[in-house]
């Protein structure tokens, strides 16, 4: 909102220059966003007054016009402009003054006259948009006087980003009550008395509480003079706020509700037919705005009807119907409450933004409707004259809303502040901010003013108070308080430390969307019910995601076009089911590996080194999550089981169990899926649910066998089809307690092997802790291994 300094500094006028007040101003919640002069520098531009004005000798549309500028004699000056005349004021830009945009005044001659200076529109002075002509003056100015100081340009404009829940300084009233309390200066609202009806004609007016319209003021003015101009004044204190000049009447209600808040809407008299009724929209009714766009309405926006139909739209804009214009001499003036909830966001459906709309979507004081009218129709007398009827006044108290009173402890103020505020400065504070206060031995019982929609519990009085006592006024003080060490679980692995594993080992954490694409999760997951969202950024991100991979692999595709050929991503966050209508959260952690298995380097195969540059693979990105389960250990425990999914491509996918349990899924992207996607290269991936993969072993104590261990290697020949997990699951239940460690070594294929089986080569540490093995007690746990693998795999030993 935009505010004339000087028409602030008229209702309370505190200590300091603009630039103290602006501060005052943010520090008190008003966000100020900038600080201009009103108009620009007009030195040399003076009061003039026409005396004598004939016609050019040499040219149909120019005078010769003789100007007093309180000069020793008058000036002589070439005018094109219509509305000159004789005993007219206007301003004088006099000979070496410069106007708004570098222009300078020379003494010239113009078609064979003399001109020594030049008479101005508001435009050329640059405080007018457009002008039909010369920029009259009042009579009552003293000529000579610069035009800058006769017209009170010597003002700022302030602009004000006010939050949405203070909308009762959307007008001069509610900024103006706010710096009196601020400051602790006397304020009391303007007098304004009520205006004598002079004559007895009413206009019907019907409310409907229940829809959302419990007030309605309206008053009708006879023979106002459609002739009438608004005044200078006015017209400026417009034109600083940002709202062009139109027509008086239509300005008097801008004015009115620039200075208390209350948006305003005027009728030409004789375009209504029959009484005028707020109500809602029946479905399919249109109506013609004052911008010329027709709108179709439905049950859902609150209108303002005649007879023949709506004539506007409530709380936003009126009809051209009924618009007041150039021949109007009766009027009838609204002046209405409209519920918050019945305006938001009506004017946003039909693409509108209006003074009105912004005011009466966050609350207007629901009390001041016929106050409005009552300054509204002393301002059209006085500037259109006219006849006033008396005010209808159509009320629904019980429907208005309710002020409760909200209590305020004096321990809780206390305790958020950090200070102790007297008890007589914060009675003080809400008795300049017109709440109705009641003093108890607890704190205060605050009732705000109609106005303020905003103070609903007591930390909205806390803020209050501060505000008004003044932020920069409360101390930095240091918190203090007893240093407590954070428990440490030894029964989960934290994610963080998992995250920093999958760092060192070349991944990069990515934080994705929790909203996804509905399709690409059926794509990757399966079809299952979807927890969607009420309103969406965009149909791409409409549904909660059931995995990380959608947007793990969306992120690893977009870094992959934005040519990295090497990629490790890996994300940790919840996840969402639905299961029996009961939305199920999980934490989950989950890796894509895309690209050369190590980077690019001068020792690389192809250069005859010895390190890879072939992609990644299945084991690759196994061994990462072999890494990373074993941070929680009982890494005996854990299987890798030959599965299927959805995303994944059969034959290099594996469900990871731990003691029977599923926690995870490892694989290689499904190659329909990639084609889908459009990749290429066979991404690998994997997803562990955090809070059964990182769920730790207690550490137990063992001491070391202070006897040695033995090693003994065996090679079977197994069916291809046969996994290493399935062969060390049998030799650990063959070889019992004794056996201490066991790898897989080799495994080899080859032409003295026969076609379909393959030779797996295990590595077997034996140790007991009491005593040295004797070659005999080894001999039985290889012969009870090698008889176990041969009855439960048909395995044999390769000679």
């Not at 911008?291 to 209108?303: A, P, R």
Request: net charge negative; hydrophobic share 45%.
């Amino acid at each position: 909102m935009k505010l004339s300094e000087q028409w602030l500094r008229e209702w309370v006028n505190p200590q300091g220059d603009t630039r103290a007040l602006a501060d005052q101003l943010t520090m008190a919640g008003l966000e100020v966003d900038g600080v201009e002069p009103c108009a620009p520098p007009l030195d040399g531009v003076v009061v003039g007054k026409v005396l004598e004005k004939v016609q050019h000798p040499n040219a149909d549309r120019l005078s010769v016009c003789k100007v007093d500028i309180g000069a020793a004699e008058p000036l002589q000056i070439v005018c094109g402009a219509a509305n000159v005349y004789a005993g007219g004021v206007f301003p004088v830009a006099t000979v070496g003054s410069t106007l708004p945009g570098e222009l300078k005044i020379k003494r010239s001659k113009l078609r064979g006259e003399e001109s020594r200076g030049m008479l101005c529109s508001g435009v050329e002075l640059g405080i007018s948009e457009s002008a039909d002509g010369l920029l009259e003056l009042s009579q009552d100015l003293t000529v000579g006087d610069p035009v800058a100081t006769a017209l009170r340009l010597d003002d700022h404009v302030i602009e004000l980003d006010l939050t949405p829940n203070r909308a009762d300084c959307f007008s001069v009233l509610g900024v103006a009550r706010d710096v009196a309390a601020i400051n602790a200066l006397e304020f009391s609202e303007p007098e304004i008395r009520p205006v004598p009806a002079t004559s007895d004609v009413t206009h019907d007016v019907s409310i409907a509480p229940q829809d959302g319209c419990p007030a309605f003021a309206g008053r009708v003015i006879r023979a106002i003079d459609p002739a009438a101009q608004t005044p200078l004044w006015m017209s400026e204190r417009l034109r600083r706020a940002g709202i062009r000049p139109l027509h008086p009447v239509v300005d008097v209600t801008n004015y009115v509700m620039l200075e208390l808040g209350q948006p305003m809407h005027a009728y030409d008299l004789g375009k209504l037919n029959g009484a005028v009724a707020a109500r809602l929209a029946r479905e399919g009714e249109k109506l013609t705005l004052l911008d010329g766009q027709e709108v179709v309405l439905d049950s859902n926006v609150m209108v303002i009807a005649d007879d023949s139909g709506p004539v506007g739209m409530a709380g936003i804009m009126g009809g051209q119907s009924t618009a007041v214009g150039d021949g109007t001499t009766d009027i009838f003036l609204e002046s209405a409450f409209f519920t918050p909830q019945v305006i938001a966001g009506r004017a946003r459906r039909f693409g509108l933004h209006t003074d009105a709309s912004l005011r009466f979507e966050r609350g207007v004081d629901f009390s001041g409707q016929v106050r409005a009218v009552e300054r509204a129709t002393a301002l059209i007398l006085d500037i259109a004259g006219g006849s006033a009827g008396p005010v209808t006044d159509a009320r629904d108290t019980a429907a208005l809303p309710k002020r409760v009173a909200v209590e305020l402890r004096r321990e809780q103020l206390s305790r958020l502040l950090g200070i102790k505020i007297p008890d007589d400065e914060v009675h003080a504070i809400f008795v300049r901010l017109g709440f109705a206060v009641e003093a108890g031995a607890a704190g205060w019982l605050v009732t705000p003013t109609a106005a303020r929609f905003d103070i609903e519990i007591e930390a909205d009085l806390i803020e209050e108070v501060v505000r008004v006592h003044g932020y920069d006024r409360v101390p930095d003080i240091r918190l203090q308080g007893a240093a407590l060490l954070a428990a440490a679980s030894e029964s989960a692995v934290p994610v963080a430390r998992a995250g920093n594993l999958l760092r060192d080992r070349g991944y990069s954490e990515a934080i994705t969307y929790s909203f996804v694409d509905p399709g690409l999760q059926s794509l990757l997951l399966g079809e299952a019910r979807e927890l969607t969202l009420a309103n969406p950024i965009s149909a791409d991100q409409s549904v909660m995601r059931r995995s990380l991979l959608p947007g793990l692999l969306s992120a690893a595709r977009s870094n992959r076009k934005r040519q990295q050929n090497r990629i490790r991503l890996f994300e940790s966050g919840s996840i969402f089911r639905l299961q029996d209508n009961e939305i199920i959260e999980e934490n989950s952690i989950s890796a894509v590996a895309w690209g050369r298995v190590l980077p690019e380097h001068w020792d690389d195969v192809g250069g005859g080194g010895s390190h890879s540059s072939r992609p990644a693979d299945f084991f690759d990105i196994k061994s990462d999550v072999d890494a990373l389960l074993r941070l929680a250990g009982s890494a005996e425990k854990l299987d890798y089981v030959a599965s299927e999914h959805p995303a994944l491509r059969p034959g290099r996918t594996a469900r990871i169990e731990r003691d029977g349990e599923v926690i995870g899924w490892l694989g290689e992207l499904h190659p329909r899926v990639a084609r889908r996607l459009g990749i290429a290269g066979g991404p690998v991936l994997f997803e562990l649910q955090v809070d059964r993969a990182l769920s730790a072993r207690l550490p137990e104590y063992k001491g070391l066998s202070r006897f040695p261990s033995v090693r003994r290697d065996l090679a079977v020949i197994v069916a291809d089809a046969i996994t290493a997990g399935e062969i060390v699951a049998e030799v650990k239940q063959a070889a019992g307690d004794l056996l201490k460690d066991l790898s897989v070594f080799d495994v080899y294929r080859g032409d003295s092997i026969e076609k379909g089986l393959k030779s797996v080569a295990l590595g077997l540490i034996l140790q007991e802790t009491s005593r040295t093995l004797t070659d005999l007690e080894v001999d039985g746990v290889i012969n009870a291994v090698i008889q176990r693998l041969s009855s439960k795999l048909n395995a044999s030993i390769r000679e």
